[in-house]
């Protein structure tokens, strides 16, 4: 082990970076971490890893410059305090204010033009899920990963109005597809629902699944700051999706693992973890499977992808398996990744989800002597914990 702190004392301001082997849980156990403290909390760090079996490699000493605020720990897995609070991402996730937002209106919206419009599902699948890309090439609609647009429906309401519109999250990269930009792509799925006794078809989302290429559409936004992907290339993100939900991630996915968005993307290599839990009725409704199935062989330390099939899997108990169970089920690692500072969670898909896995983090804090519901606020508070149901 190289120690190198020079003499320490209560009051000293520098901050110590410790390199530890074998320490943490699941994923974790198996890198090397560097995990930077300041001297105060350094003892109790050394204590926690020998606790836990873990192995020092070096400790080092760096001075903060006179005036400057003391740096957060980059890595809270040292903490053994149950309720202490979430350290905030180290980095600011985007400066919000550099964020494209409602650059169209629904008084003027974007005209865009249908390039791509196929169904994502397989065979024997359960719905209508579509894939639809426009051509934004003509204005000014840009975004980056996370955000959503607006999309105006052709005709009237039932009492004669313009439809208004309805949010899609986008599920491509700011570069779009193709990579070259000035596209954007969706993941709709088709609302149906039975009253009555006759089968209900949701406006917009059946106008845009039966819409050909060529088409005109009215768009707006960008809109939305809340499911920003952060900028730091070692961050750990774990992302719980069901059905459409899977949109904002595809476009993390292909920023962190698509070869040709990494290509472009000098400035954001990702080198984390990325944990996509993804829930679905059955198989053939799993969307964008063959590029995850790519990602996980090309990337097999960074990506780890775990699949909640309810009407083909079964859960502990015998019933349905739904993503809750396996957030439960994985509660562990969840939650010491979830010690890291480093650590973003996104949830996204349809509003039914959040009570099942509210319940399953519950469970998983209190078997960590944590308590979610306190827990929670803090995450949110640090920019940490991102949800966007509908
Ligand atoms: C931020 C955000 C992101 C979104 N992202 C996506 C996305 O990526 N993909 C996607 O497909 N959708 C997404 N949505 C949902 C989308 O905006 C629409 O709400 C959805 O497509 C339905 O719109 P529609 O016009 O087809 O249905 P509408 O014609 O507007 O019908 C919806 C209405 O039907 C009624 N209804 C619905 N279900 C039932 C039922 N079972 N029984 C009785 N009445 C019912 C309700 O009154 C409901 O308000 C998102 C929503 C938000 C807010």
Request: net charge neutral; with cysteine; glycine share 8%.
């Amino acid at each position: 082990m190289r120690v190198s702190t020079g003499k320490a004392t209560q009051s000293d301001g520098r901050m110590f970076t410790v390199v530890v082997e074998g320490f943490g849980v699941g994923l974790q156990r198996r890198a090397e971490r560097r995990i930077t403290v300041p001297f105060p909390q350094l003892q109790r760090l050394m204590q926690t890893i020998a606790q836990q079996g873990g192995r020092i490699k070096a400790v080092t000493a760096e001075e903060v410059p006179a005036g400057s605020a003391t740096p957060a720990p980059s890595d809270a897995a040292v903490s053994d305090a149950p309720a202490a609070t979430p350290t905030p991402a180290k980095k600011a996730p985007v400066s919000h204010a550099d964020v494209p937002v409602n650059l169209y209106k629904p008084k003027d919206p974007f005209i865009g033009t249908v390039l791509d419009n196929y169904s994502l599902l397989a065979e024997g699948a359960i719905g209508r899920v579509n894939h639809i890309t426009f051509d934004l090439s003509e204005g000014n609609l840009h975004y980056i990963e996370g955000q959503s647009i607006g999309i105006i429906p052709d005709g009237e309401d039932a009492n004669g109005k313009p439809h208004k519109l309805r949010l899609y999250s986008i599920a491509s990269t700011r570069h779009g597809d193709n990579c070259e930009g000035g596209t954007v792509s969706l993941c709709v799925r088709q609302l149906q629902y039975e009253k009555d006794g006759s089968t209900i078809n949701g406006v917009c989302s059946t106008f845009l699944c039966d819409i050909e290429p060529g088409a005109k559409v009215k768009i707006t936004g960008p809109v939305g700051k809340e499911m920003l992907l952060p900028p730091d290339e070692d961050a750990n993100v774990i992302m719980l999706a069901t059905g459409t939900g899977i949109a904002p991630m595809r476009a993390y996915l292909r920023r962190m693992f698509e070869p040709s968005e990494r290509a472009r993307n000098p400035e954001y290599q990702f080198r984390g973890k990325a944990w996509l839990i993804m829930g679905v009725p059955k198989t053939p409704n799993l969307l964008y499977e063959d590029d995850f199935q790519r990602y996980l062989a090309e990337y097999p330390e960074n990506f780890r992808y775990t699949k909640a099939i309810s009407r083909e899997q079964q859960n502990p108990s015998g019933g349905r398996m739904y993503i809750q169970d396996r957030v439960t089920e994985h509660a562990d690692e969840i939650f010491s990744l979830i010690e890291d500072p480093k650590t973003h969670v996104y949830m996204c898909g349809l509003r039914g989800m959040e009570p099942g896995i509210d319940e399953a983090m519950t469970a998983a804090a209190a078997a960590k002597n944590l308590n979610w519901s306190e827990l929670r606020p803090q995450l949110k508070k640090a920019d940490r914990w991102h949800v966007e149901t509908y």
